[in-house]
T-cell receptor, first 110, second 115 residues
Framework: KNEVEQSPQNLTAQEGEFITINCSYSVGISALHWLQQHPGGGIVSLFMLSSGKKKHGRLIATINIQEKHSSLHITASHPRDSAVYICAVPYNFGNEKLTFGTGTRLTIIP | DSGVTQTPKHLITATGQRVTLRCSPRSGDLSVYWYQQSLDQGLQFLIQYYNGEERAKGNILERFSAQQFPDLHSELNLSSLELGDSALYFC??????????????FGPGTRLLVL
């Protein structure tokens, strides 16, 4: 089974700062997901990527397949970015079930 | 709004009881996934249905069962409830059967409290 580690577990930053959240996994994968869980509990899929880099607004996700590592960056962070960010990967290569990291709790202070 | 609906939003029940959680996927999506999120275990995959058929199974207890109906809505049945079953239960949907290789759209969740 894929082991997923996220760092940091908790992150507090000032509004406007550049944020980086990291995700490492142990077994080769077909794709990696980044999810955002709002304080109210709802989950939103931010990115699914299998190589390179994707950008959506102020969010950028990168993945290095060889190093089994992905990063989620937030530019010009805002208090509304405060949420838990969760990385998810397949159980193992070719397996379509997702296994999840424990999440990074991000708090942006105005 | 993801387009995935779940009912009820909140459920409070007693140990030993049985409950049914309901999920309606986005229009056109054929796959439904069920996940459990508890404080100590985080998010865990329970089961996936694709077009009415069970497609993949995760750490789903024998006391739990699910099905997907011809109109593609799905129900998760939890029986002989224990305190440890208290959790957020999410349903997600995707277009095809690809699971980890597809974007999944999550419903708002059902918060279950077993007393």
């Amino acid at each position: 089974k894929n082991e997923v580690e996220q760092s940091p577990q908790n992150l507090t930053a000032q509004e406007g700062e550049f944020i980086t959240i990291n995700c490492s996994y142990s077994v080769g994968i077909s794709a990696l997901h980044w999810l955002q869980q709002h304080p109210g509990g709802g989950i939103v899929s931010l990115f699914m990527l299998s190589s390179g880099k994707k950008k959506h607004g102020r969010l950028i996700a990168t993945i290095n397949i060889q190093e089994k590592h992905s990063s989620l960056h937030i530019t010009a962070s805002h208090p509304r970015d405060s949420a838990v960010y969760i990385c998810a990967v397949p159980y193992n290569f070719g397996n379509e079930k997702l296994t999840f990291g424990t999440g990074t709790r991000l708090t942006i202070i105005p | 709004d993801s387009g995935v609906t779940q009912t009820p939003k909140h459920l409070i029940t007693a140990t030993g009881q049985r409950v049914t959680l309901r999920c309606s996927p986005r229009s056109g999506d054929l796959s439904v996934y069920w996940y459990q999120q508890s404080l100590d275990q985080g998010l865990q995959f329970l089961i996936q249905y694709y077009n009415g058929e069970e497609r993949a199974k995760g750490n789903i207890l024998e006391r739990f069962s699910a099905q997907q109906f011809p109109d593609l809505h799905s129900e998760l049945n939890l029986s002989s409830l224990e305190l440890g079953d208290s959790a957020l239960y999410f349903c997600a949907s995707s277009t095809a059967s690809g699971g980890a290789s597809e974007t999944q759209y999550f419903g708002p969740g059902t918060r279950l409290l077993v007393l």
